[in-house]
């Protein structure tokens, strides 16, 4: 598959069965992160290489679970170019704890 965007929908070849699959995003040149079904965990995000994808025409069965799983997982593409995990839990201004307060004896 030469081009691929986000919200494509895939199949992904593994050595399994063939899943359906849509593009959640595209952290670097090789791999891709793919929504796709698992029999026994449901909805579930996967880093696949781009290689195992290939297109799908018509929508699955499961694609409108894979969206709501895609919509409501926070980008890792963008906490990575923010710091990673502590992206979200520092701010610039504050990066000390405040200092101890005397009783004003």
Known sequence: MESI???D???LSTAGAPLDGIVAELP???K????VVDRRRGPVLRTVDRQ???ERPEPGAGDRAL????RRTPSAVQAKARGGANASSSRDAHTRA???RTTGK
């Open 9 to 11: 929908l895939v199949t």
């Open 98 to 100: 405040a200092m101890h």
């Open 5 to 7: 965007a986000p919200g």
């Open 28 to 30: 670097s040149a090789t």
């Open 52 to 54: 195992s994808l290939a």
């Open 32 to 35: 891709a992160i793919v929504a």
């Open 67 to 70: 969206r709501l799983l895609i």
